[in-house]
């Protein structure tokens, strides 16, 4: 049975930074994102990552959280992370982690994952 499991959400005040990880089990996989849902919005994509081998990773993000937030892997523990730095009250969110066995066309598609972590939440106050 696959299961993805976050963990690292919590408060932490504006400018603040928190790290998020999902655990998957059950197999491997080459490809992760990060979505978010906040309060009454659709979910969102935030980040995503996919590995080609050797140490070669593609890494793509929302225009909102360039520059402040890192998408990584750790392929022995197949485990993706998500750094998260200079946070602020906007990007107080649920966030789920996302992995996929599909061919990935457009990494920022909801769709494009056929595997999805429970949620974790983030809660940034100003």
């Known amino acids: 049975q696959v299961q993805l499991v976050e963990s690292g959400g919590g408060l932490v005040q504006a400018g603040g930074s928190l790290r998020l990880s999902c655990a998957a089990s059950?197999?491997?996989?080459?490809?992760y994102a990060w979505f978010r849902q906040a309060p009454g919005k659709e979910r969102e994509f935030a980040a995503a990552?996919?590995?080609?081998?050797?140490?070669?990773?593609?890494?793509s993000y929302t225009s909102s959280v360039k520059g402040r937030f890192t998408i990584s892997m750790d392929n022995a523990k197949n485990t993706v992370y998500l750094q998260m730095n200079s946070l602020k009250p906007e990007d107080t969110a649920d966030y789920y982690c996302?992995?996929?066995?599909?061919?990935?066309?457009?990494?920022?598609?909801?769709?494009?994952?056929?595997?999805w972590g429970q949620g974790t939440q983030v809660t940034v106050s100003s």
């Open positions: 996302a992995a996929t066995t599909r061919t990935l066309l457009n990494p920022a598609l909801w769709d494009a994952y056929n595997y």
């Open positions: 059950g197999r491997t996989f080459n490809s």
């Open positions: 990552i996919r590995w080609s081998g050797g140490s070669t990773y593609y890494r």
